[in-house]
């Protein structure tokens, strides 16, 4: 299970970037994603925590495409 590193909730959701799909929007109304916006880059966040808003990167790694 995820957790927070910040305040170790562990009610974390994914960032999710680039132009959002039908599904992505609800995710989004119903809190299970977080639209990250458009731009797309190695530097973007992976995960929020819902309890704090806490933004962070679980693990270092790159998109190879
Ligand atoms: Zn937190």
Not at 18 to 40: Q, R, Y
């Amino acid at each position: 299970m995820e957790s927070c590193p910040k305040c170790k909730s562990n009610m974390i959701i994914d960032i999710v970037y680039g132009f959002p799909t039908k599904k992505m929007l609800e995710d989004a109304s119903k809190n299970k994603i977080n639209l990250g916006g458009h731009e797309i880059s190695e530097n973007n966040l992976e995960k929020k925590c819902k309890s704090c808003g806490h933004e962070f990167r679980q693990l270092e790694k790159f998109f190879r495409e």
